[in-house]
């Protein structure tokens, strides 16, 4: 499994060792579950909320691709604060951005079947592909956070305050935070 001081060579080692040995559904599912670790970190990272709120109220139930694209869409392509001189506003949408969307949720799908019991095993070439999109989605994630300053394999920083944040849901969702704490008296 993953441990807190790995690098992403290793893991996509360690998840190519499960394709080697036979394991496929294995590589799978931590495959997306590495897709997962990198997103939410790359949320946090990237998003101008404090931290508690994205944990809490937006990240809380948050899984799949349809689901991170939308909050991906909301906090972080529509983030005037970033300084990415090479991507037009359209393609920071995470469906513009991940290469072969539907082939990569077409791959996140078959974790769904494997982990809910559906599908109980996979072939090997087939799963080698769909592995393969979701590390592909991975790695543009986390090149993303790197032309952006921010390395995912570090400690992130925590946000206690709200940054600027032009007009994005994540004020407006901070705004709708504070007003109901304030009501229920904490």
Same mark, same amino acid.
């Given at each position: 499994?993953? /441990?807190?001081?790995?690098?992403?060579?290793?893991?996509?080692?360690?998840?190519?060792?499960?394709i080697k040995e036979?394991?496929?559904? !294995?590589?799978?599912? *931590?495959?997306?579950?590495?897709?997962?670790? =990198?997103?939410?970190?790359?949320?946090?990272?990237?998003?101008?909320?404090? =931290?508690?709120?994205? %944990?809490?109220?937006?990240?809380?139930?948050?899984?799949?691709?349809?689901?991170?694209? #939308? !909050?991906?869409?909301?906090?972080?392509?529509?983030? #005037?604060?970033?300084?990415?001189?090479?991507?037009?506003?359209?393609?920071?949408?995470?469906?513009?951005?991940?290469? /072969?969307?539907?082939?990569? #949720? %077409?791959?996140?799908?078959?974790? /769904?079947?494997?982990? /809910?019991?559906?599908?109980? =095993? =996979?072939?090997?070439?087939?799963?080698?592909?769909?592995?393969?999109?979701?590390?592909?989605?991975?790695?543009?994630?986390?090149?993303?956070?790197? *032309?952006?300053?921010?390395?995912?394999?570090?400690?992130?920083?925590?946000?206690?305050?709200?940054?600027?944040?032009?007009?994005?849901?994540?004020? %407006?969702?901070? %705004?709708?935070?504070?007003?109901?704490?304030?009501?229920?008296?904490k």
């Amino acid at each position: 499994m993953f /441990h807190v001081n790995d690098t992403r060579e290793g893991r996509k080692n360690e998840i190519s060792g499960y394709i080697k040995e036979g394991n496929q559904c !294995v590589a799978v599912l *931590l495959a997306t579950a590495d897709f997962e670790w =990198t997103i939410r970190r790359a949320i946090m990272a990237l998003c101008p909320l404090p =931290t508690s709120i994205v %944990k809490e109220f937006i990240l809380r139930n948050c899984s799949g691709p349809d689901s991170y694209g #939308k !909050v991906w869409n909301d906090l972080i392509a529509n983030n #005037k604060v970033l300084n990415i001189p090479n991507y037009s506003q359209n393609s920071l949408r995470l469906s513009k951005l991940i290469p /072969h969307w539907i082939l990569f #949720k %077409k791959a996140y799908d078959l974790r /769904h079947k494997i982990i /809910h019991g559906v599908q109980g =095993t =996979t072939g090997l070439s087939f799963a080698n592909n769909q592995v393969q999109y979701i590390l592909d989605a991975t790695d543009v994630i986390i090149d993303f956070c790197t *032309l952006n300053g921010v390395d995912l394999y570090k400690n992130l920083r925590y946000v206690k305050k709200l940054k600027s944040c032009n007009n994005c849901m994540a004020f %407006k969702a901070s %705004k709708r935070f504070n007003k109901s704490k304030r009501n229920s008296g904490k």
